[in-house]
């Protein structure tokens, strides 16, 4: 088998895996979301309600309190949709990647006492937190039409993208489901890394104003690429920059496709440890 | 040639790791190998055992003998430390039931998803949703969530969707015995239904009745080891009294050798050792090295006629210096009920103080008038006839029968002489 054989296959292995398991998925996916409001009064609007929540609370502390400025074009409406083309992809990431960190310990029976593909049990999780955000765009989209500067073609490449931060976002999932298993500790110390992790990405405030010293610290984070390409194609009626595009796709492949070859090394040993 | 078995286990052992705290085990796995900090509980030991296709194979054994862990091994859920499994044919584990079933959710709505965990095709799932409704028979409740089930209607749901599942091989741990009396009577039918579908299924249980009822081959499991595989009957009778036939099985019954009444000499016999090594504590202080049934004349015995006199002679050696000691036995007999036991103590026979280095060797000398059976004697040596300290204690030293008595019928598990007396 030669490298590009052997690359090709652990790239779709991890792939047969999801498509072969869609069914069992789809309903750990549904079961995840209606788990989660089920038992609430709002129910399933706080999909809706939590990411406005956090709109309108980010809104006010960086744009009222702290006077953050887009630069060139920012009418009064333009910096939450701004800020909140920025938080969806993220929230969806951290959601994904904090419950993936918990889920196979969540899962023990599963893992346990039945013959089951653990590998499912990330993979609904990042799907649901996708499922999540996609009811975040359907707030965000009609919103950027009314106050903003509409749509454009542009908006086609979207699913393209959100490929990507699939790809990306379950690489690390699988990755951190592995160490969740193993050192339970994993889940204070995640919360703290990726609020840190939230503030070196442009999302509450424009890259631009990073100074230059300091954007090396962008180019070397993935979700830097991936925010800034939501925004040029939601609101900036662009295509990302081709170079940027290269360095979210390489390195979302590569993440995925190692976070998967980790969590197939790991897998044996989950019943010992849970 | 003879069709591949559905199961086949060779050599199987698995070891846990056991760590005082997570943090060890941190530390080890991050040393790669330069630092231990855990010792191993080996769960199971040189398992090895073949399932052919379409038997039942009971596994039996007392708690922690391995039985959960050689299931998880078959099931695939859980990696052998060495040795190899194959399988061959689509596995459905009911190692634990209603797991994978969430509170909130209706039992529809579970079923769908165990079907799905299961690796059934949604088709296949929404078609046999109506059997198991059937099966399960808790009425309206289907469609209301799960945890408003009192305990008995979730065992049954969870009863029916792992049973329709429809595996080549079905791993059931302890999950039978549930639910009241019609329900296990249809749970056994279904099971005999997969049965004659050529199912292959192996079984862990204490429910000794359903053993018998309901496999066809059964092993014996303690300390992780195989000690023996047999019918159904034959296992579940050994496993009752904890009576060690097994471990005994394969050693050659004692020869009969010349009698020798006038001094009998220290005579250790290391086939005792390796059996009694599997049911045997204490400080080790001194060893009980051998243990013998003989007749009056000093001849071994394997079986005993009913009422016979007979010597338990026990043969020990001492490692320490022992001023006092006690030496008992116990009779019991097969559903594990002592029935006749005494030490040295209380019939006024102490033993003498012993120094290290020295033998001693015990004889017992009684009728044992038992009901005609199998029966085993556990040996025990204690520091003092009063305090509960054991320098060695070996259960199932030794397993004889009682012949049946040719001229009557024992009524008891013990007979004692009595006199009759009429007045008319």
């Known amino acids: 088998m030669t490298p590009a054989q052997a690359l090709g296959r652990s790239l779709v292995s991890p792939f047969q895996v999801l498509l072969g398991q869609r069914d069992t998925i789809e309903l750990f996916v549904r079961r995840e979301i209606r788990g989660r409001y089920v038992n609430s009064v709002l129910g399933l609007s706080w999909a809706v309600l939590h990411p406005l929540a956090l709109l309108a609370l980010y809104t006010f502390v960086f744009s009222h309190v702290l006077s953050v400025r887009l630069g060139g074009d920012g009418g009064p409406a333009s910096f939450p949709l701004y800020l909140f083309c920025g938080m969806l992809p993220w929230l969806a990431f951290a959601d994904g990647v904090t419950r993936a960190s918990s889920v196979l310990v969540e899962q023990t029976p599963l893992i346990k006492k039945v013959v089951f593909p653990s590998e499912v049990l990330p993979a609904y999780v990042v799907i649901a937190a996708l499922v999540m955000e996609g009811v975040g765009l359907a707030v965000l989209l009609p919103a950027v039409v009314l106050f903003g500067g509409g749509l454009g073609w542009s908006l086609l490449a979207l699913p393209g993208i959100v490929l990507l931060q699939f790809l990306f976002t379950m690489g690390v999932a699988w990755f951190l489901a592995c160490v969740g298993v193993a050192v339970r500790d994993v889940r204070h110390v995640l919360g703290v890394l990726l609020t840190l992790w939230m503030f070196l990405t442009p999302i509450v405030y424009p890259a631009d104003m990073v100074p230059a010293r300091f954007r090396w610290v962008l180019a070397l984070n993935p979700l830097y690429y991936l925010v800034e390409a939501y925004r040029d194609v939601v609101l900036g009626h662009r295509l990302p920059p081709p170079s940027h595009v290269a360095v979210l796709a390489g390195v979302a492949v590569v993440v995925f496709v190692a976070g998967y070859a980790t969590f197939r090394y790991s897998r044996h040993v989950f019943a010992d440890l849970l | ?424």
């Open chain 2, 1 to 424: 040639m003879a069709p591949a078995p559905a199961i086949e286990v060779r050599g199987v052992a698995k070891a846990y790791p056991i760590f005082r705290t997570p943090r060890h085990r941190v530390l080890e796995a991050l040393s790669f190998g330069r630092l231990r900090y855990h010792r191993p509980f080996w769960a199971l030991r040189d398992v090895t055992l073949q399932v052919p296709r379409g038997a039942t194979l009971g596994i039996v054994g007392a708690n922690g003998s391995g039985k959960s862990t050689l299931l998880q091994v078959i099931a695939g859920i859980v990696r052998p430390t060495a040795g190899t499994v194959v399988t061959s044919g689509r596995i459905a584990s009911l190692l634990e039931l209603g797991a994978g079933f969430s509170p909130d959710f209706t039992g529809r709505e579970n079923l769908e998803m165990y079907g799905a965990i299961a690796g059934l095709p949604r088709a296949t799932v929404r078609q046999r949703i109506p059997a198991v409704e059937a099966f399960a028979d808790i009425g309206e409740f289907i469609d209301r969530p799960v945890r408003t089930y009192s305990s008995g209607m979730f065992v049954r749901l969870a009863f029916a969707a792992a049973i329709h599942v429809d595996p080549e091989i079905l791993l059931v741990d302890e999950a039978l015995a549930v639910g009241d009396a019609a329900f296990q009577h249809r749970c056994i039918a279904k099971i005999r239904e997969l049965q004659r579908a050529g199912t292959t299924i192996v079984f862990v249980s204490h429910d000794m009745g359903l053993v018998k009822a309901v496999c066809t081959e059964a092993v014996l499991l303690a300390a992780g080891r195989v000690l023996r595989r047999g019918t159904p009957a034959e296992i579940v009778s050994l496993y009752h009294g904890e009576v060690s036939t097994a471990a005994v099985g394969d050693a050659p019954r004692p020869a009969p050798r010349a009698p020798d009444v006038v001094h009998p000499t220290f005579r250790p016999d290391p086939a005792f050792d390796r059996r009694a090594g599997l049911f045997r504590h204490g400080s080790g202080g001194a060893r009980i090295r051998n243990v013998e049934l003989l007749d009056a004349g000093g001849g071994a015995l394997g079986s005993v006629a009913f009422g016979m006199e007979v010597t338990l002679r026990v043969h020990l050696e001492f490692y320490e210096d022992v001023p006092v000691s006690t030496l008992g036995f116990i009779v019991r007999d097969k559903t594990g009920v002592d029935l006749v036991g005494t030490n040295t103590n209380e019939e006024g026979r102490p033993l003498p103080p012993r120094p290290a280095g020295s033998t001693l060797v015990v004889d017992f000398t009684q009728r044992l008038p038992l009901q005609p059976g199998p029966y085993s004697v556990s040996t025990a040596l204690a520091y003092s006839p009063t305090q509960p300290l054991y320098l060695d204690w070996v259960d199932n030293a030794l397993v004889f029968d009682v012949l049946p008595p040719g001229h009557k019928h024992v009524h008891g598990k013990v007979w004692l002489p009595v006199d009759i007396t009429i007045h008319e």
